[in-house]
């Protein structure tokens, strides 16, 4: 078989490549309940990020309580929530997520960065009648007119 078969194969990332992993579009894959486990993964991916990011011991208490609601079976509407409320910290995933787009869809992942920090998360943390569900919609409606 001649090499060039043998090389497309496409190989598995291992955990150590996380950070450098290409990821296009990702906001409207993890907004198809099909993405279930990779939502997961990136929300608990976040949490390493923001740890290492803020010098925050894994043994927390918060980030624990975290990563045990993630491995419960919460509502996809939930994760999302976490992963949305992740993102506005995680500057990792941020700068991943920059790197993989073009230039239009830069522009929009910047404004909808802006939105999440300044409104969306500032308005779910401070308004008790806000639920998760309300939060989650913003966002998707957020991502939709950025």
């Known amino acids: 078989m001649p090499t060039t078969c ?21 906001i409207p894959r993890l907004l198809m309940p099909v993405n279930r486990k990779y939502l997961q993964e990136f929300c608990e991916q976040s949490m390493k990020n923001i740890c290492v990011l803020y010098e925050i011991p894994p043994e927390n208490s918060t980030v624990r309580a ?3 609601v993630l491995s419960e079976q919460v509502s996809f509407t939930d994760i999302l929530c976490i992963f949305f409320v992740c993102l ?27 939105n999440l920090r300044r409104n969306l998360v500032s308005t779910f943390m401070s308004k008790s009648g806000c639920t998760a569900c309300m939060f989650v919609a913003g966002c998707q409606d957020a991502w939709s007119v950025a």
């Not at 090389?7 to 996380?18: F, G, R, V």
């Not at 941020?94 to 960065?113: G, H, I, P, V, Y």
């Open 66 to 68: 975290v990563i045990q």
């Open 6 to 26: 043998h090389k497309a194969k496409k190989q598995k990332l291992d955990h150590n490549e996380w950070n450098r992993e290409h990821l296009p579009h990702l």
């Open 88 to 114: 506005n910290i995680d500057m990792t995933t941020k700068e991943r997520m920059m790197s993989s787009e073009t230039e239009a869809q830069q522009l929009k992942l910047t404004n909808f960065f802006m």
